[in-house]
């Protein structure tokens, strides 16, 4: 009986090991200071299908050479299977990674001055510079600056003087040479607009960050740009615009508008005489004494801190619309609850889901809540109208006020410390009404869902004395102007 015929096996591909073979050698040209890491990371995002035209290509010269000697074609087998599968999967991540990183990359904060880069680019390097350039006179000044601080310094003369401070991530000391000489600052000059640019860019995206530390004139105006880093500046005369993403701006003791323009930021402004406007989305804003109108207009996350502003304070965002005539106390606000005090009005507060207190409030007030608590303490009322939906509403009338009361509830009850008013608290419809000494400006108070609170106050609530501001020379201050007396007019019902 004839033996039978052995069939051979089928020999293991060499694709693999190929692949894994090349992939060593790149880790090691990384590991030898050849690739920076960074680069190695994005080289794979854009070119790792070439391991799988590269197995490919192995495979069928296998599965021709297997033919011709008659053999079986070798098989991928598990591990390569698995191989494969894993930088399918490692190569689109990355891929999309590096496609939506530009857009997202300002949203994420890993440091002070790190970013995503500095975690795959080796060292850093110092470096420092010094730069003048005579200032017009009557010139501005526009600073741009992708990523580092910038620090404004008031100096005597006529120069602009810069120091650079400049921090590189590199491998080694070679590669962080080559990336200082592409990134020097630069000074121009276009007839009285006088530009300062940090070139940060100039290598590319390389992980390079300079500081600024700018010396100018006392009376120029400024127009500064930072993607990423703080911005100072204290003792200039001219008017200031800052835009930034990601940083804090501190601005103080400045005569001259201000303006910042901000997104993921912090700004403190304190000592300005001028005008500031503070607009974008943003983290912390504090503004503190101002000598003239106060403008916030935007998203700020974390809280808003106003304190003793002379003139016209206004905010506006998605869920609050306010304006008033004078701050001579402190005012915050947060996401659940607005608290002041010393308040001059016309008042303007309309607003939803948060918790109000004003304090020693004087002049009029038309407010607007939903679905929180209202408490005001009057000082010298105006005309008053306070509607709240789903919130408790208590009024503080100091000792020696006349007032003409009209206040209505839903759903509610009301409570009076005042033997004058007439209160109602049958079938779910309270009232009360009535006057308080004679000849006085109405309190009007619509509530839903809520009591209603009438208090007297023991001691009168004395405001502090506000700043004086002589008005400018030839034009006399115009009085505030007075809200009509409003009418207490009935709640809408749900339907």
Known sequence: MASPVMTPRPQRSTAGPIVLILVGVLFLLMTLGVLDRYSLATTFARYWPLLLILWGVIKLVEHQQAKQAGLPPRGIGAGGVFLVLFIVCAGLTATQFVRVWPNIKDNIHFGDDQDIEDLFSGSTFDYSDELSQPFP????????????????????????????????????????????????????????IVTLNANTQGAGDKGVATDLDVYVPKNVELVITDKRGDVTLAGI????????????????????????????????????????????????????????????????GESVRLVRVTKTVSFKSARTDMEFSRLDGRLDLDSGDLRADSLIGPMRLITRSKDISLDGLSGDLR?????????????????????????????????????????????????????????????????????????GPTLAINSEHGTVEIRRGTVAVVAPAAPSVPAPPGKPAKPSKSLPAPKAAPVESEN
């Open 367 to 439: 407010l607007q809540d939903n679905n929180g608590s209202v408490e005001v303490g009057l000082h010298k009322p105006g005309n008053i109208q306070i509607e709240n939906r789903k919130g408790d509403v208590q009024i503080t009338i100091p000792p020696n006020t006349a007032l003409k009361v009209e206040a209505r509830s839903r759903g509610g009850e009301i409570s009076s410390d005042f033997t004058e008013l007439q209160v109602n608290n049958a079938d779910g419809q309270a009232s009360a009404s009535g006057s308080i000494g004679s000849n």
């Open 137 to 192: 006179a009557g010139g501005s000044l526009r600073i741009n600056n992708e990523r580092g601080a910038v620090t404004i310094n008031v100096a005597e003369g006529n120069t602009l003087k810069v120091s650079v401070r400049k921090r590189v991530r590199a491998e080694k000391q070679e590669e962080a040479d080559g990336y200082n000489s592409k990134t020097k600052p630069g000074i121009t000059v276009n007839d009285k």
């Open 237 to 300: 005369s001219g008017n200031v615009e800052v835009n930034q993403q990601r940083g804090e701006v501190n601005i103080s003791d400045h005569t001259g508008n201000v303006t910042v323009d901000m997104e993921h930021s912090s700004t403190r402004i304190q000592h300005v005489k001028g005008e500031v406007t503070v607009q974008g989305h943003g983290d912390e804003v504090a503004v503190e004494d101002v000598d003239g109108s106060v403008h916030l207009n935007g998203e700020f």
